[in-house]
């Protein structure tokens, strides 16, 4: 499990420099991993620190438990980030007031709760390898050698390695609020004395009060951990002097290294140093101090330099203090006393202090609360008599710099909005006048960039986002034929839409999106109120009404989309969204629009109240002609797909494994067949994988026997003309995934009546060819079964509602952008739980271990058999790894995920039986198998008692050799030969074999089956112990497999057995299972893929055999 990576800013102290201090923690579930109780205790080789006191003299702190190695963390990091040398990364250890585990971190007292003093080891790192270190790892832009693509691998990589944790994300932030102080130019240089000179120190300049009081919210935000280390504690440090002491550092770094950069460029010389005398010397001094960080000067030399330097300050910055601040304010026409919207906008500056928009009038006046709001002409000499006097910034107070200090800000400004440069070029103007079009940018992109900068902007009251004026769509939803409320027809088929363009609540006609259009400007006046438009909208608009006219019919599930919808608004989804980038997934000519509402029927919200409510309140009875009995909750999930197929969607029945989701698809039918179609008889197409497709025919002819079935399978099936005749007298077609493809001509000239797909994961690739041929399939009602969890693999629910239901969840990629992207990505819950209110009502899915689903199952027992390598797996298992892991550098793309593979296939055979690779051997049951395989040895003890207590017994292999090694050393050993089914035993052959085990006792006590193929679709209900004799990738597979036994008509005790062999490739991905959770089950169910993308460096950690007689595999 990735390790937690943390990090704490040192300020500097006496013989020490500042410093980021980085170390890392296991988490607390693997800090002490439990033994097994069929395993003895094993000594723990993971990266981490033990827990101990330490042996320092006179100390008795305790060494933080599930620390990572420093070393470790070193190489780590050195494997992320290829810029960044190991002398940049010294060993350190410091003393820190944390919490015990279990307890989360609460406070920095060492006397709080919970609290104790622990030594932490780890990784001091300079300002400059700090932040290349942050970037390459959390991918900010701070223009350092890790940026680009290689920080986003390391980004990537850093998922598998390490949770970043709070404090590290802080120091990260705050290493992107300081770099954007640079970018904006507030980075102020300030002299220090050192021997013989000067040095120059890079600070930030922080002005006004809103600039200061976001500082104060982000020290605020700093977590506690940064200030509970000794270092910090001992400086009587807080939150705001710790975090200004990194953003000095991460300033002055950024301008160093410019400055360095810059070098004696010829350009530099022309920078206006801020020297009176002018002189060449002066300049090459500033140079020299500003590119080198030091200069040598005599005592008068350093004397007139810092002269020099405090007026420039006082010229260019001012006071200090922070109490007066450049401020602009845009007005539109109206506020100048123009009737119409077409007079131009004016854009005015001052200096004005904190509290000046406390008053309207302050630009007027020149009076807010006490303090005085200076306009732009009286500082420059525009008003009185040929610019004699300049205005004060006090009333009482004269200072003859303001006007520089005001020229100086606006250069500054002039940066970041491009409106501002007049202002610059001619000094004397108090305002300057805006185009619509400039005034539009201003208010989308210069204010924000100018606020963001410190800068105070006053804008019109009508832009804030309460206020501002938009043009909407509002739906009206409503029911086709009203006169007929008790029909089905009318209640389930065609709704209108009816549309209505507003803004502010007030409806526009082609006329008025006609004079929008013609402004040509985002802002319209209208109506005596500025409006902001999207001229894409616009045209989006009149195309919609032009097409489509006021309204459009259609269909129930379009209806409830747009329904769900306005539920989602509701839930509060849309805080942070358009609601026209999520409402127009579907719905095209919506998506440039924003809709202000929907107004649905209350016979609407039934259907989709209906919908959710009645799998859990509603039961449906056995339709005539069902052989057999419900159990109440299969007559609940039969009302379920019966209310949705008499609504016309289609439904996704996703019962636990061994639930009876086969029985309930056969009720299903039955009531289909005394319900007649008003497209008169056609048949069903059931569509299943070929391991079960007499499973199928035998299920329907027990529990339907009226139904008549045929097999559509194998090369002596029906072919076209032949077909058609057989299929209008049957009533249920059977027939397989690769038929359906191959056939896919054939059956798509057929129009069913419905199409059911069972094991429908089958589907879960939307471009595979056999997806595609399904989905291509004609018929009135889709539905799917699948006993595989579904809702972890957000493409494969797309994928299967889009066979069910067209595009209810959007295209392909208009899903990957709003929920896959956000999910996976981004671990966005909203969303999450948006997908999840969608997606539910058509996914009804109940487990075993839900008590209203069946109370009388018996339970299941599952337990990891821990076995040791032989002396020989041993070393074929180093020496695979010894030869692999030294050419791994050398690969890339393809060649590296293939050789990858093959090492995991090659590692799990010798973990099985070292006579997996000797392929070329011939297997007999006179050749002895026993020894050479610590995990057949351990089989075959456990195997003997088993069959002593009269069990009966499934093993699960992946491999078809490995299946018939266990036959013969069955047979050698304990005297019979076990049956194995695999994908070479013929469809007939393998249900004989089941039946034979079913009905034999213990006669066929064994039962060997590869996973793929015996894994789904059979009932094996008479054995009650399951082996796992190797584990396979996905444990949802290794699930589905177990069910065979653990399901409806067991009656015993199941016991569930899996084998691992100790420190090797199995152990790992047992330990990602179990501790990942859900999270594991979801990534390991893409099957091997994702073990190809990891780094090397968790290759060697995945690979190396933790063993204790194992050798080395590299140094």
Known sequence: MPSTLHATWIAASPGESACLFLWAEVPPADRQEPNRPDQPNRPDRSARIPARKSHHRGSRIPVHPGLVAPAVLRHRLRSLLTDIAQGDLPLAKRTACLPVPDHGVRS???????????????????????????????GFAAGSSSSGPDAELAGAALNRYFVPGPDLRYWGQAAEYALALVRAGRAVPFLQAVQGGWQVQWNPWRYGRESDLGFQEFARCM???????????????????????????????????????????????????????????????????????????EPEQRRQMQGEWQEWMSRAFGSQSGDIALAFELLDPQATGQADGDGPWQLRVALATDDMWSSSHAWRDGVAGGRIGIAADRLNGGTGSHGEHRARATAADPDPLTGARLLAGLRVASRHSPCVQPLVRQPGLQAIELSREEAYRFLTKDAPALMGAGFQVHLPVWWTDAERSRLQIHLDVREVDEEHEASAQAAFGEYEIAYALTVDGDPLDNIDLSQIAMAGSPLVYMNEQWLQVNQGQIRAARHLLATRGASRRVGLLQALQIMQEQADDEHGEARNTSRHARFGSGYREFQALEVSGVTVPDRLRTIWQRIRSVAREEERFEPPGFVGTLRPYQRRGLAWLWYLHQIGLGACLADDMG?????QAIALFLEQERTPSPEGRRPRLLICPTSVLRNWKRELQRFAPDLRVMLHHGG????????????????????????????????????????????????????AKQTMAVRSLRCRHRFALTGTPIENRLLEVWSILDFLNGAFLGSQQDFKRRFIQPIEGESNGEKLGQLQRLVQPFILRRLKSDPEVISDLPEKQEIDVICDLSSEQTDRYARAVEAFLPHIRELDGMRRRGSILALMTQLRKIANHPALLDEDEPLSDNREYGGRSGKLDRFTEMLTESLDGRNKVLVFTTFVRMGQILQAHIARRLGFMPEFISGRVPHGTRQQMVDRFQEGGQTCPVLVLSVRTGGVGINLTAANQVYHFDRWWNPAVEDQATDRAHRIGQTRRVQVFRYIMAGTVEEHVDRLIRQKGQLARDILGAGTEWLTELSNDQLYELLTLHHPDAPRALP
Request: charged share 20%; glycine share 8%; net charge neutral.
């Open 716 to 767: 002596g099936r029906a072919r076209q003309t032949d077909l058609y005749t057989r299929v209008r007298e049957t009533d249920v077609v059977l027939t397989s995934y690769g038929t359906a493809r191959v056939d896919q001509a054939v059956l798509g000239r057929i129009h069913w009546h419905t199409v059911v797909l069972d094991e429908a994961q089958n589907i879960k690739n939307p471009s």
């Open 108 to 138: 920095h007292n060492l006397h709080a709760p919970g609290m104790q003093e622990y030594r932490v080891l780890g990784l001091n790192l300079a300002i400059g390898p700090a932040l290349r270190v942050l970037n390459g790892l959390l």
């Open 659 to 663: 639930l009876g989701k086969t029985i």
């Open 223 to 297: 977590p506690g951990v940064n200030l509970s280390f000794a270092d910090n504690l001992a400086g009587d440090r807080d939150a705001a002097s710790l975090l200004a002491n990194f953003v000095n550092a991460v300033v002055h770094a950024r301008m160093a290294m410019v400055a360095a950069a810059v070098g004696t460029d010829d350009r530099f010389r022309q920078v206006s140093a801020p020297s009176r005398s002018g002189s060449v010397d002066a300049q090459d001094q500033w140079c020299r101090l500003l590119v080198n960080g030091v200069v040598e000067a």
